[in-house]
Nanobody, 118 residues
Framework: QVQLVESGGGLVQPGGSLRLSCAASGAIFSINAMTWFRQAPGKEREFVARMRWSVESTNYAASLEGRATISRDSAKNTVYLQINSLKPEDTAVYYC???????????WGQGIQVTVSS
């Protein structure tokens, strides 16, 4: 199992930027990929960005392409999600999730609130 703790959320003005962190602990060696999801009020959870753990390949949701960057600090076992030019529709609870080799499910973080409002 992998334990995940998100941080860095909060209230941001439209047009601003935010960097979320997801610190992983536990069976780090078993991580295949790290993924960020988000869930806005009244909506289903949606994919935001993913990074393969071993090769650092990335992919993004079309709605965030060009505004979001997923990155990793291997020494800290931490994955980051930077979002620029934030919009009110980016308001959501953001979750990081680890997919492990040989498993079809995710290990989830607790989620962190991001609110974009003036």
């Amino acid at each position: 199992q992998v334990q995940l703790v998100e941080s860095g959320g909060g209230l941001v003005q439209p047009g601003g930027s935010l960097r979320l962190s997801c610190a992983a602990s536990g069976a780090i060696f078993s991580i295949n990929a790290m993924t960020w999801f988000r869930q806005a009020p009244g909506k289903e959870r949606e994919f935001v960005a993913r990074m393969r753990w071993s090769v650092e390949s990335t992919n993004y949701a079309a709605s965030l392409e060009g505004r979001a960057t997923i990155s990793r600090d291997s020494a800290k076992n931490t994955v980051y999600l930077q979002i620029n030019s934030l919009k009110p529709e980016d308001t959501a609870v953001y979750y990081c999730a680890a997919s492990l080799y040989g498993r079809s499910d995710y290990n989830w973080g607790q989620g962190i609130q991001v609110t974009v409002s003036s």
